[in-house]
């Protein structure tokens, strides 16, 4: 596996690129329905229905899904955003407890899953076909999670950042916890994230309990016995410094809108909102994906990212996808989408 500046050479293929990425949502939405078709599964705990409605389904590989599981009662009381699907493997009976992959999603914290009829695997980045390949062995709990979105149709805005991160390191907590509910192995979590996801995750991976976003006031208080550290990442075309001086207009703008500050300035809110910001020795490894044709999220910032983590002893492995936009999801990339999945499916079976 390549590490830090591995690049590969690719050719394109016709059609345009937003034709293309069509085409890769509706056939991830068409595995999706397919997927998650309501059938038999293992009975819900009695527990899980203090966070979620009593509600099973066979997920990928045969697994049962626990949808829309009530994660952060303290925050949200409606359920509304803060909730999560959990997969559990085929078969699995009380007392097991398995490694946990966590997907994040992304939407420029603003938009994402809770807004797609539920579908919280498949709708971006590599989630779908990572978790079933994982559920496929029946050997690992799948987690996807929705957080709360920043709405900046409100004067002031809503739910801005630091909100979101504080909802993912609830989440986390959350499942450990709830370990024996879900058969979760607490000791080894391992967070995926696309894009505001890719940042989410990265944040949690590399963010201390001193930064302040758990456990430090009345809407935090969930599982604040319990850790939020991961024991590895998976950052998919995600933001880590904000005070990069590169940015388009557009991603300025949903910057602005998020975190109250248009970026490319050294900033105390930006600052804490970056990753790299945080980075130490002893934190986890990494494995970084972004295109180097990005036009929202600029290229410069995944190198910066590994170049960090390197420089602080942190293991790390980077792929600059060769002719691959916003989502690295199109035929003609360099690794493509299938090296690409196997890639991520590896690092994650090999931490976990």
């Known amino acids: 596996m390549p590490r830090s500046g591995a690049?590969?050479?690719?050719?394109r293929r016709p059609g345009t690129r937003s034709q293309r990425a069509r085409g890769w949502q509706v056939w991830a939405m068409v595995l999706v329905a397919a997927l998650l078709t309501v059938g038999s599964a293992r009975a819900a705990p009695a527990s899980v229905t203090e966070h979620a409605a009593a509600v099973t389904a066979t997920g990928p590989g045969g697994s049962t899904l626990f949808g829309n599981v009530k994660y952060c009662p303290g925050i949200d009381p409606t359920g509304a955003s803060d909730v999560m699907d959990i997969y559990t493997p085929a078969g699995a009976v009380a007392g097991d407890h398995f490694p946990v992959f966590v997907f994040v999603h992304g939407g420029g914290w603003e938009t994402g899953n809770n807004l797609n009829a539920g579908a919280k695997l498949g709708a971006d980045g590599y989630s779908l076909e990572v978790a079933t390949a994982l559920l496929?062995?029946?050997?690992?709990?799948?987690?996807?999670?929705?957080?709360?979105?920043?709405?900046?149709s409100t004067n002031?805005?809503?739910?801005?950042f630091p909100d979101q991160i504080i909802d993912v390191k609830c989440a986390l907590r959350?499942?450990?916890?709830?370990?024996?509910t879900y058969d979760v192995d607490g000791s080894h979590i391992i967070a995926m994230g696309s894009s505001a996801g890719?940042?989410?995750?990265s944040l949690a991976g590399t963010a201390p309990p001193s930064a302040g976003f758990e456990c430090q006031s009345g809407d935090t208080t969930d599982w604040c016995g319990q850790s939020s550290a991961v024991q590895a990442v998976v950052d998919e075309w995600g933001v880590s410094d904000f005070t990069d001086s590169t940015w388009g207009l557009?991603?300025?703008?949903?910057?602005?809108?998020?975190?109250?500050?248009?970026?490319?300035?050294?900033?105390?809110?930006?600052e804490r909102a970056s990753p790299?910001?945080?980075?130490?020795?002893?934190?986890?490894p990494f494995l970084i994906i972004q295109g180097d044709e990005d036009p929202l999220n600029t290229p410069t910032q995944a190198p910066e990212l590994a170049q960090r983590l390197t420089l602080a002893g942190v293991p790390n492995t980077i792929y600059m996808v060769?002719?691959?936009?916003?989502?690295?999801?199109?035929?003609?990339?360099?690794?493509?989408?299938t090296q690409l999945v196997q890639i991520v499916t590896s690092f994650v079976e090999s931490e976990g």
Do not use: C
Request: glycine fraction near 14%; hydrophobic fraction near 40%.
């Open 7 to 11: 690049q590969r050479p690719g050719v």
């Open 156 to 160: 002031p805005p809503g739910q801005q």
């Open 174 to 180: 959350f499942l450990r916890a709830n370990a024996g």
């Open 322 to 337: 060769h002719h691959a936009a916003h989502g690295v999801l199109e035929p003609g990339e360099q690794p493509g989408i």
């Open 136 to 152: 496929a062995t029946k050997g690992w709990v799948v987690a996807s999670v929705d957080y709360r979105l920043a709405d900046h």
């Open 198 to 201: 890719g940042h989410l995750v």
């Open 250 to 270: 557009h991603a300025s703008q949903v910057i602005q809108q998020v975190f109250g500050h248009a970026p490319g300035v050294d900033n105390p809110v930006l």
């Open 276 to 284: 790299v910001s945080y980075i130490a020795t002893g934190d986890p």
